[in-house]
């Protein structure tokens, strides 16, 4: 099981929750916020406090997962987490959420994708269950993992 931040606009609160609780993920340390009044409170405080808890989020995880929500491409702080989860080395996944049920039972229409991950040729998904989510985790992580190096590239072009 791979480490992993949930990068998410917080009115997806409960969406995000559904996908956390749905098993293949565990703790609040794998969400990146353990809840909406982390966030509010960090955000109340100044935008020193914001970046803290999002570094303090983003330790010691692997795969960063954009929770994409109707409004989540516009969103500053999204947009953060995702430039330091590159920064951080980390394999992105992107997830729409359209599909997922909002606490009173309804569905929304589907987000645009942040630019940021068109940028870096993020895999997109829609979310449809835990353990095809996982899948796309440890895909991710994979690819980000066996990329070759700049190391690598010089010594592929020597022909050594």
């Given at each position: ?36 009044s982390l966030w509010e409170e ?50 992105l996944i992107g997830v729409h ?64």
């Open positions: 099981m791979r480490n992993v931040y949930f990068s998410f606009h917080y009115r997806d609160i409960w969406k995000e929750n559904q996908i956390r609780n749905s098993g293949v993920v565990g703790g609040a340390k794998s969400a990146g916020f353990a809840d909406r960090a955000k109340q405080k100044n935008r020193g406090a914001l970046e803290k808890v999002i570094a303090e989020g983003l330790e010691g995880t692997s795969v960063t997962a954009v929770l994409i929500g109707s409004q989540t491409a516009s969103r500053p702080w999204v947009k953060y987490e995702i430039q330091q989860s590159i920064k951080r080395k980390n394999a959420l359209n599909k997922v049920p909002d606490r009173n039972g309804r569905v929304a229409r589907r987000g645009r994708v942040p630019s940021l991950l068109k940028q870096h040729d993020t895999p997109i998904q829609v979310w449809s269950n835990a353990k095809e989510f996982g899948e796309w985790v440890e895909s991710a992580w994979k690819a980000q993992n066996q990329r070759p190096g700049f190391f690598d590239r010089i010594v592929n072009a020597i022909g050594f």
